[in-house]
């Protein structure tokens, strides 16, 4: 598998990532080495073996419906880097 | 069981069918949200109900809440549908400010309920079937708020991360009446199930609703998706509006686009919401930080044990049992709220058997009757279920004639009181004791002997008799009794 440029755009417009048509070329590379060490994996037979979701063999692990977080707005709102009355500030987004 | 013929429309080249799918969004009822402890409460301060896991802080970690996987499977048993032991949750990946984790973490190839149906009421007694697609678990996303300034948005992340159960019907559905049932009855179902308030006002409810149109029983058409609707008669509104649309275009010669579309209650209206945007690619994988759902049959079968009765069942029953209606059935079981004061009303009459349809009756149209023309709901009524047990016993017993009976609602509904005292303090009673108006009746007849003669050659005539004697006694006469009284006299 490998990607070309046009999906290099498309990825990283869906991640809202600003890539000058500069960078392209060589993020385009990069990915594609990634991709291909990757692909190194399908080498390897897995027909009829279910997916490895975990190494030992364990249940979900869950959580009792109690309310035992939250109250911490100051915090939350911390690293934004605009806010005012504990909301987030963003660019506006207006579909 | 009737099954329901479907509205078409007429367009210019013939008929045309709707094809109308739902996928519905029910906040699922938990204290705190789907995989962290933040409170669900609504309408905190801004980013109070929000852990470190919802604002997606790094190295967070999801933990799932037990409640509101028990609440997803007791709807999917609700729903008559199949319980997948495991599912997967996924991560369907957008960028947008509503979502600080860059993905919402939802069910995709796995969900935790598969295949049901529901069955909904038309109008004339009709039913439908509507099929369950899947039900599964995923989060709600952040509230924006666009008019707090000109140039930015505003971000609370309250919502972020409440559990939603979203529910995708079958395109079953074959009009605006139909789809506006089946939403209905999915809120009844869940309401009853406490799975879910139901309050489509706080968007605890919404639905995305697909629309296409085709000749009818012809090969599907484009399908456009309405977003975000939070009224059923908007629902019903929309639909109308978006099938005539795309009929236009069609006889037109035009195509339609798969797009998703807002609507318009002022204008009446349905809009693009996106319309140069590409197609989306939401790169859905399984969550590394979540393991499988897993549960075992045994707690599925608990469960099922536990369910509460649903409206289907409770309308059987009250049909079977005190001989109602199908339509006057399904009127006590749509609200859950009604058909628990209904339940009361049963529960405190001397004689359930014998009284138990007048009961319907009286709550139905004297009760529900008086709150829609005073624009209040149950729960708020003036009088009590017990109120109204009382005034029914006393119709039943023959206490108090049925007219009497409007009079003594009235004065309950008015003042309060118990209706047992009030009709003996008011003097309200029916006379039984017939020797005290067979004098009344006795003068009657022989002031109107042309009247007498009617009534011998007609007897339906005898009805002005019974008034004459109802309007001398005050209406406390029961006008059965009165009626026999008259036939033995008049000889007929």
Same mark, same amino acid.
């Given at each position: ?5 046009? *999906? ?6 869906? =991640?809202?990532?600003?890539? *000058? ?11 594609? =080495? ?18 490895? *979701? ?42 | ?13 013939? !008929? ?34 929000? /852990? ?13 809440? $037990? ?55 038309? !109008? ?12 599964? #678990? ?14 930015? /948005? ?17 395109? &079953?559905?074959?009009?605006? @009446? ?29 639905? &995305? ?28 509104? +929309?639909? $109308? ?22 609507? %318009? ?25 979540? #393991?499988?759902?897993?549960? /075992? @049959? ?17 309308? +059987? ?42 009961? +319907? ?12 023309? $005073? ?8 009088? /009590? ?48 004791? #017939? ?6 009746? %006795? ?6 002997? %042309? ?9 339906? +005539? ?31």
């Amino acid at each position: 598998m490998s990607v070309d440029a046009t *999906t290099v755009r498309r990825i990283a417009h869906l =991640a809202r990532i600003a890539v *000058t048509e500069a960078e392209v070329p060589h993020l385009q590379g990069e990915l594609n =080495a990634m991709l291909a060490f990757v692909e190194q994996l399908s080498e390897v037979n897995v027909d009829g073996i279910e997916p490895m *979701t975990s190494v030992r063999p364990m249940e979900m692990k869950k959580r009792a419906d109690v309310v035992s977080d939250g109250e911490i707005a100051d915090d939350v709102v911390r690293n934004a880097p605009e806010r005012q009355d504990h909301f987030f500030l963003v660019p506006k987004v207006v579909e | 069981m009737s099954t329901a013929t479907h509205k078409l429309i007429k367009g210019a080249t013939g !008929d045309w069918e709707m094809v109308i799918g739902l996928e519905v969004h029910a906040q699922v009822t938990s204290k705190s949200k789907l995989f962290s402890g933040a409170s669900t409460e609504f309408g905190g301060e801004p980013n109070t109900h929000v /852990s470190l896991v919802d604002a997606a802080m790094p190295g967070m970690l999801p933990v799932i809440n $037990e409640e509101c996987v028990r609440q997803a499977v007791r709807t999917g048993l609700g729903l008559n549908a199949q319980i997948n032991l495991r599912s997967v949750f996924d991560r369907k990946n957008y960028f947008y400010p509503d979502s600080p984790q860059g993905y919402q973490i939802s069910q995709y190839k796995s969900p935790v309920v598969g295949e049901g149906e529901v069955t909904v009421e038309l !109008d004339g007694g009709k039913t439908a079937t509507i099929g369950i697609e899947r039900l599964h #678990l995923e989060q709600d996303a952040a509230k924006l708020l666009h008019d707090q300034s000109p140039s930015m /948005s505003f971000v609370d992340l309250n919502r972020s991360g409440v559990g939603l159960m979203e529910i995708v019907s079958k395109p &079953d559905i074959r009009d605006a @009446e139909q789809a506006k049932a089946y939403v209905t009855k999915l809120r009844s179902i869940l309401r009853y199930l406490g799975t879910c308030d139901g309050d489509m006002e706080k968007g605890s409810l919404r639905a &995305d609703v697909n629309v296409s149109v085709r000749k009818p029983g012809g090969p599907l058409g484009t399908r456009c998706e309405i977003k975000n609707m939070n009224s059923i008669n908007f629902i019903g509104q +929309a639909i $109308e509006y978006e099938a005539r649309r795309q009929i236009e275009i069609i006889e037109d010669g035009g195509v339609i686009d798969q797009e998703t579309r807002l609507y %318009d209650p002022n204008k009446g209206e349905t809009r693009s919401m996106r319309s140069k945007e590409e197609a989306h690619d939401y790169r859905y994988f399984p969550d590394p930080d979540l #393991l499988p759902l897993e549960f /075992s @049959e045994a707690y599925v079968a608990a469960l099922k044990a536990e369910l509460p009765e649903l409206p289907d069942q409770k309308k +059987a029953r009250f049909i079977a049992g005190f001989g109602l209606s199908a339509y006057d059935a399904s009127v006590l079981v749509a609200e859950r709220e009604s058909a628990d004061f209904y339940e009361t009303v049963l529960a405190k009459l001397a004689d359930q058997a014998r009284d138990g349809k007048l009961a +319907a009756n009286w709550v139905i149209n004297e009760l529900f009757g008086r709150l829609n023309k $005073e624009g209040q709901d149950i729960t708020g009524s003036p009088v /009590s279920a017990e109120q109204l047990a009382a005034i029914v016993d006393l119709i039943g017993d023959g206490t108090i004639s049925g007219k009497i009976a409007k009079d003594l609602f009235e004065i309950v509904w008015q003042e309060g009181g118990d209706p047992r005292a009030l009709v003996e303090a008011r003097g309200m009673k029916q006379v039984t004791d #017939l020797g005290a108006i067979e004098k009344v009746v %006795d003068d009657i007849i022989a002031a109107n002997p %042309d009247k007498v003669e009617q009534a011998k050659a007609k007897p339906a +005539a005898i009805q002005w008799f019974v008034g004459q004697v109802m309007k001398a006694s005050g209406g406390k006469v029961d006008p059965k009794a009165v009626n026999v009284l008259l036939k033995t006299k008049l000889g007929i």
